[in-house]
């Protein structure tokens, strides 16, 4: 199982002795690289003797095991150290917002793209099969013509057709006419 930036910063952030031992070596191995190394035998050293202190805070503190941190490290370690964010607190730059809203493109606004891209050219816009395909492929020729569905605003600058191509299958095209003066 894989620990997260969150709980590998939780984990420093903990005083030694509330750590279990494999804990310990996750955030030992974090702060100064696998396998053995003066840092990291130094910082458990210090740990040890100050069990209630955090590794965060001997980390920070310890020469020798902040000279002997690799460029990886240290560049990982910076982007999971906490900030505090307090009421109050003047801030230079914002931060990055990790939040990226998921935009989807309905196919109503692909077609209506198309067609507006290629004036009085036709567009499939949907395929309908089925019991009911000849009346649904007719509702959607009448949003089409209303603008009934946002994409294909303002009223009457697109035209629309359904057709029936094979027995039971229904195509509606589209075609951009220009905004009605």
Known sequence: MEITETELREMACTPWHDLTAGQQRVVLAHLCGRGKSTAR???RDALSMNPTRTAM???EIQPAAAGAVTADNAATWAA???VRWEPGMLVEKLPEDLHHARVAVSDAQKTADSARAHPGRWVVYGVSDGEHARRIALEKVRRVVRAKTSAFAPAASFEAQAREVEPGRYVVFCRYMGAEQ
Request: proline letters at 11%; glycine letters at 12%.
């Open 80 to 82: 999971v150290t906490p």
């Open 57 to 59: 805070e001997l980390w």
């Open 41 to 43: 035998t130094g910082l």
